[in-house]
């Protein structure tokens, strides 16, 4: 009686394990694949002493860019085709922008329009 109750708990026990095993390969496998083949990079561009730098940079299709403002004045980022723009960045603010498709996307600081700057987006 003792022997067949420890059996019944050991084999449970081992299925659980083998299932737990088979759940973290399951879960961990997707995102292990995702991390490796289509990892979404991310490129800081400054804004300082009144210029975006780089002022122009060529990235890949799907690549984030945050803007930071490094300037006591405040600046925006805003793009001449009107895709994406900014509200005004007070110092330290932050914005971000997805690029998904390929193209050449210039933009400017609307308060300052001297500020100008281009992000070439092309596959490599
Ligand atoms: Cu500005």
Not at 13 to 23: P, S
Not at 102 to 122: K, L, Q
């Amino acid at each position: 009686m003792r022997y067949a109750f420890s059996r019944v708990i050991t084999h449970p026990l081992r299925a659980c394990a083998v299932l737990a095993l088979v759940c973290c390969a399951a879960f961990l496998t997707p995102a292990i694949y995702a991390a490796a083949t289509s990892p979404s990079p991310t490129v800081d561009l400054d804004i300082v002493k009144f210029a975006f730098a780089p002022k122009e940079i060529t990235i890949a299709p799907g690549t984030k860019i945050t803007w930071t403002n490094h300037d006591e004045a405040p600046h925006t980022v805003t793009s001449s085709d009107k895709s994406f723009t900014s509200k005004g960045l007070d110092t330290d603010d932050r914005f971000e922008h997805t690029f998904t498709s390929e193209g050449d996307f210039s933009y400017i600081c609307t308060v300052h329009p001297f500020m100008t700057g281009v992000v070439h987006v092309r596959k490599q």
